[in-house]
């Protein structure tokens, strides 16, 4: 199977599936997702990602359909169904189906699955990135399907040849349109509070996780749009990219002061997913990336 569809229990290559009307996803939004990559079908990070899933569904009162362990078991028996090892691995709760109504209706949430190759993001391939206003709600620690402002910040980027677009509130800096973002400043590597403005990343807490581990000195406070302009670093992650570098801002040439700590810090997340998945030929070409930068 080239790709997999999966919705309350049908299988079916993804441009097969359909789904009804009445899903409170078609017309409200209602639900929330995870999602993270798989390398030679093993799932990366499988057990933070079902976490936060799960404490997204809470945070919305969302029926799940699943304990942890069976999403988990489900996920890591279709992701063997794609016949290609690579892949994003998307998985999501609707509220469930019921005629237009703002109250909840009865019973569990819909469980929809998309599986499609895709490999992670060239991680020591240097990108491009514009600022844009946040204009999102202030629930952004949910990791909801509500993604309108995000969507439009991404393709303000791409309209712009840019890889992602960064987010600010007045002068400060919350996170990327589908990305968090990071700064160093003089060794420090600084990033946004994990609280209601921002969602904590999974590789997010990698990244933290690794500062520990290498004793890189950390801040989580907010940065304001002058400080991403002047650090010695500008970076962002997610499940795809792990640590990305910025090369220019809106145009303007950032970074590119600390490439030692920086360069610690992908190699350290690339060595973890090598690890637990193994390498593969996309790998092997960021691999090679690495010996010629």
Same mark, same amino acid.
């Given at each position: 199977?080239?790709?997999?569809?999966? *919705?309350?229990?049908?299988?079916?290559?993804?441009?097969?599936?359909?789904?009804?009307?009445?899903?409170?996803?078609?017309?409200?939004?209602?639900?929330? *997702?995870?999602?993270?990559?798989?390398?030679? #079908?093993?799932?990366?990070?499988?057990?933070?990602?079902?976490?936060?899933?799960?404490?997204?569904? &809470?945070?919305?009162?969302?029926?799940?359909?699943? +304990?942890? @362990?069976?999403?988990? &078991?489900? %996920?890591?028996?279709?992701?063997?169904?794609?016949?290609?090892?690579?892949?994003?691995?998307?998985?999501?709760?609707?509220?469930?189906?019921?005629?237009?109504?703002?109250?909840?209706?009865?019973?569990?949430?819909?469980?929809?699955?998309?599986?499609?190759?895709? &490999?992670?993001?060239?991680?020591?391939?240097?990108?491009?990135?514009? +600022?844009?206003?946040?204009?999102?709600?202030?629930?952004?620690?949910?990791?909801?399907?509500?993604?309108?402002?995000?969507?439009?910040?991404?393709?303000?980027?791409?309209?712009?040849?840019? @890889?992602?677009?960064?987010?600010?509130?007045?002068?400060?800096?919350?996170?990327?349109? #589908?990305? /968090?973002?990071?700064?160093?400043?003089?060794?420090?590597?600084? +990033?946004?509070?994990?609280? #209601?403005?921002?969602?904590?990343?999974?590789?997010?807490?990698?990244?933290?996780?690794?500062?520990?581990?290498?004793?890189?000195? *950390?801040?989580?406070?907010?940065?304001?749009?002058?400080?991403?302009?002047?650090?010695?670093?500008?970076?962002?992650?997610?499940?795809?990219?792990?640590?990305?570098?910025?090369?220019? %801002?809106?145009?303007?040439?950032?970074?590119?002061? /600390?490439?030692?700590?920086?360069?610690?810090?992908?190699?350290?997340?690339?060595?973890?997913?090598?690890?637990?998945?193994?390498?593969?030929?996309?790998?092997?070409?960021? %691999?090679?990336?690495?010996? *010629?930068?």
């Amino acid at each position: 199977m080239k790709n997999l569809g999966y *919705y309350n229990g049908k299988i079916g290559l993804i441009e097969e599936m359909s789904v009804p009307m009445t899903d409170r996803g078609c017309y409200f939004g209602d639900g929330v *997702y995870d999602a993270t990559y798989s390398i030679h #079908h093993i799932i990366w990070d499988l057990d933070a990602h079902v976490d936060r899933f799960f404490h997204s569904a &809470s945070l919305l009162k969302i029926k799940p359909t699943h +304990t942890p @362990e069976e999403l988990k &078991s489900l %996920l890591r028996a279709l992701v063997c169904m794609v016949d290609d090892g690579e892949q994003f691995v998307y998985f999501q709760w609707t509220r469930g189906s019921g005629l237009r109504n703002h109250l909840f209706p009865g019973g569990c949430a819909n469980l929809w699955v998309m599986l499609t190759p895709k &490999s992670l993001v060239n991680l020591y391939q240097p990108a491009r990135m514009i +600022t844009m206003e946040d204009t999102r709600y202030l629930h952004c620690n949910i990791k909801t399907i509500n993604l309108l402002p995000a969507v439009m910040g991404a393709q303000a980027a791409a309209e712009a040849g840019c @890889e992602e677009c960064l987010f600010h509130r007045g002068n400060v800096v919350t996170e990327c349109a #589908h990305s /968090n973002a990071y700064i160093l400043i003089n060794g420090t590597l600084i +990033t946004h509070p994990a609280n #209601h403005f921002i969602l904590n990343g999974i590789s997010r807490q990698n990244i933290l996780l690794t500062c520990r581990k290498q004793g890189i000195p *950390y801040e989580e406070r907010p940065f304001t749009l002058q400080e991403a302009f002047e650090a010695d670093e500008l970076m962002y992650s997610s499940a795809g990219s792990l640590c990305v570098p910025v090369q220019t %801002l809106d145009g303007k040439p950032v970074g590119g002061k /600390n490439p030692r700590i920086l360069r610690e810090l992908q190699d350290a997340l690339l060595s973890a997913v090598i690890e637990c998945c193994g390498t593969s030929p996309a790998i092997q070409t960021i %691999l090679d990336t690495r010996k *010629y930068t």
